[in-house]
């Protein structure tokens, strides 16, 4: 609930801080005392738009701050939380407004944006009147209204999980038929590419096997030259393998005689005999592989080039090619597969839409329900009011399927007409005054279990009117002070009568020059007060009396 407001400099309110209680709160004075100055006030603070010509004449600022005290669950905490604006005891809304034009606004001493506190203050306070388009004259607030009335959260959390499940599916659906149709445009290209490189067959570390090979074949000469340089070393006649030979004889000869000191050294002869022959093979091997084929280094190195072209075709390394090989593959595949996955996508689409729809309609019914309902309680709260010509009506239309979203398929709009004849139309756009203010009265008393932990603020809901139709406008304003903090500005004794607080609005002439101030009203006071808007200026002892009797009635 509104626990306080503080106002600086703000036309004729120079300071002043109003504590607030439960229940109906009336506020009384003369006309020009400053009771729409305060209304202005509190509406700077709920985040209305800067008018800068409120600032107190010769003051560089105006402040206005306003003080709520919530319960941990009200929904307005969840809304700070996602703007990074810590949970307290209190909820301060603050704005600032300076003379050269630059204003500020911040909640809990964070500065934010004046949308943010217009929307916190939204969700605390409902002021009825013509304020802005606030409250039951703004029409974006009617759909809620009636899906409050009729009840339905659970039903309401199903159809917005509905739609965001359709959305999504509609997007896969049409991102896959987007890549779809990239895919076919690049379908000749690609099928031609995975050709080229299924009869290429690349490998990893292909390129470096081939290049080691060209380097081979490119020297063969010279390695031809080599070996025989190395065959003759080993095998002519003052080669390796002749001078072991003639070590060995030369060995054999003279062994037995050396009783088994040269064995060990026969025996190493023996074995680079063996190394050198060895040796020799491989060196004849590899003679005949240079020769045996001529061709080789051809081959070679065409398919290096083959390879490194088609690396610099796809933008990769020869080393790569395997993998992209793999991957143009499956992406041909998956054209070609693309039939029934996007009939997979179309259906979980179709599917989701069904059941949006499905709940939808359900949600469309509870509103038609909820909205007879409200329409007969606020058509019974009309003729107490002096409103027995006019009409009530809850317009409810379907919307096209491109304004379909997470509240439905519908819009909502209160209707009205205030006279006989009159064709009934928007209720922010009926006859404005007393008369709309008290149309919204008997709108806010059907829907009284509505008030969803906001404060309620009917500007002058009396206007134009006294005896027993001021009367039933304070019964019904005491009624839902019963169940909802209630602010009444107004103007009539019958109303004054049945608030639980009374505060009392005044200007007074000082040094500083006229300013406005309010003050809480004792029970003697309250009398005086009542028995002066029955009486004027002279207030006597019948006045008195008067006031006396509606206090206590």
């Known amino acids: 609930m509104l626990h306080s407001l503080t106002v600086s400099n703000i036309v004729l309110i120079e300071r002043l801080?109003?504590?607030?209680?439960?229940?109906?709160?009336?506020?009384?004075?003369?006309t020009g005392a400053g009771k729409s100055i305060l209304l202005d006030a509190l509406g700077l603070a709920l985040g209305s738009r800067a008018n800068f010509s409120l600032i107190r004449e010769g003051e560089a600022a105006a402040q206005v701050s306003a003080v709520f005290h919530l319960q941990a669950n009200h929904p307005v905490w969840k809304r700070l939380a996602e703007a990074d604006i810590p949970h307290d005891d209190q909820l301060i809304l603050r704005r600032r407004l300076k003379s050269d034009g630059k204003s500020?606004?911040?909640?809990?001493?964070?500065?934010?944006?004046?949308?943010?506190?217009?929307?916190?203050?939204?969700?605390?306070?409902?002021?009825?009147?013509?304020?802005?388009?606030?409250?039951?004259?703004?029409?974006?607030?009617?759909?809620?209204?009636?899906?409050?009335?009729?009840?339905?959260?659970?039903?309401?959390?199903?159809?917005?999980a509905g739609w965001t499940n359709w959305l999504q599916a509609q997007r896969n659906l049409a991102k896959a038929k987007r890549d779809l149709e990239t895919a076919r445009a690049e379908e000749e290209w690609l099928r031609d590419a995975v050709q080229q490189l299924d009869m290429l067959a690349p490998r990893t570390g292909e390129e470096e096997e081939l290049s080691a090979d060209r380097q081979r074949l490119s020297n063969v000469g010279?390695?031809?030259?080599?070996?025989?340089?190395?065959?003759?070393?080993?095998?002519?006649?003052?080669?390796?393998?002749?001078?072991?030979?003639?070590?060995?004889?030369?060995?054999?000869?003279?062994?037995?005689?050396?009783?088994?000191?040269?064995?060990?050294?026969?025996?190493?002869?023996?074995?680079?005999?063996?190394?050198?022959?060895?040796?020799?093979?491989?060196?004849?091997?590899?003679?005949?592989?240079?020769?045996?084929?001529?061709?080789?280094?051809?081959?070679?190195?065409?398919?290096?080039?083959?390879?490194?072209?088609?690396?610099?075709?796809?933008?990769?390394?020869?080393?790569?090619?395997?993998?992209?090989h793999e991957r143009l593959a499956a992406s041909l595949a998956g054209i070609e597969d693309s039939a029934g996955a996007l009939a997979e996508l179309a259906d979980n689409e179709r599917q989701w839409r069904d059941y949006y729809r499905q709940i939808a309609a359900v949600v469309a019914d509870n509103r038609m329900k909820a909205a007879k309902i409200l329409d007969a309680k606020v058509t019974a709260e009309l003729p107490p009011l002096k409103l027995e010509g006019a009409r009530f009506g809850t317009a409810i239309t379907d919307l096209s399927p491109e304004q379909f979203g997470p509240l439905g398929t519908q819009q909502v709009r209160f209707e009205a007409s205030t006279n006989k004849g009159m064709k009934a139309g928007p209720i922010d756009r009926i006859a404005s005054g007393g008369e709309l203010a008290r149309f919204l009265l008997a709108l806010k008393v059907a829907l009284e279990?509505?008030?969803?932990g906001r404060t309620l603020i009917f500007d002058e809901v009396d206007s134009g009117v006294g005896g027993a139709v001021a009367a039933a406008v304070g019964e019904r304003l005491a009624r839902l002070g019963q169940t909802t903090q209630t602010l009444v500005v107004t103007h009539s004794p019958q109303v004054a009568a049945k608030g639980d607080h009374h505060m009392r609005i005044a200007k007074t002439a000082t040094d500083n020059g006229v300013i406005s101030a309010t003050e809480p009203l004792s029970d003697e006071a309250r009398t005086e007060e009542i028995a002066r808007m029955l009486a004027g200026e002279q207030i006597t002892a019948e006045a008195r009396a008067a006031a006396m009797a509606l206090l206590e009635g």
């Open 17 to 30: 801080t109003l504590t607030f209680e439960h229940g109906l709160t009336v506020l009384t004075g003369e």
């Open 104 to 160: 500020s606004a911040s909640i809990n001493d964070v500065p934010v944006s004046a949308a943010l506190l217009r929307e916190i203050g939204d969700t605390l306070v409902e002021i009825q009147g013509q304020f802005e388009g606030r409250g039951l004259l703004d029409l974006s607030t009617h759909l809620g209204h009636i899906d409050r009335a009729a009840n339905q959260d659970d039903i309401l959390e199903k159809l917005r």
């Open 222 to 324: 010279r390695i031809g030259d080599g070996l025989a340089v190395a065959d003759d070393a080993i095998f002519g006649d003052s080669g390796a393998q002749a001078i072991i030979g003639r070590a060995r004889a030369a060995l054999d000869k003279v062994a037995p005689l050396a009783g088994g000191l040269l064995d060990e050294a026969q025996a190493a002869l023996g074995r680079a005999d063996a190394e050198l022959a060895e040796a020799g093979a491989s060196i004849s091997s590899a003679g005949h592989e240079l020769e045996s084929d001529p061709g080789h280094l051809q081959s070679v190195d065409d398919r290096l080039h083959e390879l490194r072209q088609q690396a610099r075709k796809h933008d990769c390394t020869p080393d790569e090619l395997a993998a992209v």
């Open 449 to 452: 279990s509505d008030a969803a």
